[in-house]
């Protein structure tokens, strides 16, 4: 069965985005596009909630993105990719789906399709509603040797305690730490 990856950039304090949505703190660098090319090579399909999508679609079919990540542009344009909302009106960003309802049916059918792993980079909306239904097998979550002090948390939202199976750790000269979970019981509380 095809599994489905989430992955995600925090600071230390556990921050995936600044104020104002600012990324402008993650550490990339050439170490950490071969482990995305190696990522890339792993799944077949990209998954997006709408906000993810726009930004991603606005910024790697550009010349730009094409000239200065020329591998992981053409992977990203070329894979197969599905964007899951309510609001988008149509998808255009090459070989891409959108789906508006049903999202649990919908993956839950995708994973029984032969093919390659599944990836969630970022769309931590998404990601949310993939936890509450269970349907994320893996988590990747780098964290960035940075404290922010304010921004948006990972996991805001989750109601509910989440147990997660420590599978490995890489650490990168950047001082970015890699660490791969894998989901174990959830536990529900009472709000």
């Known amino acids: 069965m095809r599994k489905?990856?989430?992955q995600m950039m925090i600071s230390l304090d556990g921050f995936f985005e600044g104020p104002n949505s600012d990324i402008s703190w993650h550490k990339v660098d050439e170490e950490f596009n071969n482990y995305a090319i190696g990522f890339l090579n792993e799944v077949d399909t990209?998954?997006?909630?709408?906000?993810?999508?726009?930004?991603m679609q606005g910024y790697w079919p550009t010349p730009g993105a094409i000239k200065n990540d020329p591998i992981v542009a053409e992977k990203m344009n070329s894979?197969?990719?599905?964007?899951?909302?309510?609001?988008?009106?149509?998808?255009?960003?090459?070989?891409?789906?959108?789906?508006?309802?049903?999202?649990?049916n919908e993956v839950l059918a995708l994973k029984q399709k032969p093919g390659k792993d599944m990836a969630i980079f970022g769309s931590s909306n998404l990601a949310l509603t993939f936890?509450?239904?269970g349907l994320i097998d893996e988590y990747?979550?780098?964290?960035?040797?940075?404290?922010?002090?304010?921004?948006?948390?990972l996991?805001?939202?989750?109601?509910?305690?989440?147990?997660?199976?420590?599978?490995?750790?890489?650490?990168?000269?950047?001082g970015n730490v890699l660490l791969y979970?894998?989901?174990?019981q959830q536990v529900h509380q009472s709000s």
């Open 4 to 6: 489905v990856i989430f």
């Open 131 to 133: 936890i509450k239904h």
């Open 181 to 184: 979970y894998q989901p174990g």
């Open 140 to 153: 990747r979550v780098f964290v960035s040797p940075l404290v922010l002090g304010k921004g948006k948390t």
């Open 46 to 55: 990209l998954l997006f909630g709408r906000l993810t999508y726009e930004l």
């Open 79 to 104: 894979l197969s990719k599905i964007v899951f909302s309510k609001t988008l009106s149509n998808a255009v960003w090459n070989n891409t789906r959108l789906v508006r309802k049903n999202i649990a």
């Open 155 to 174: 996991f805001s939202g989750i109601k509910d305690r989440l147990n997660l199976k420590l599978l490995d750790v890489s650490v990168f000269n950047s």
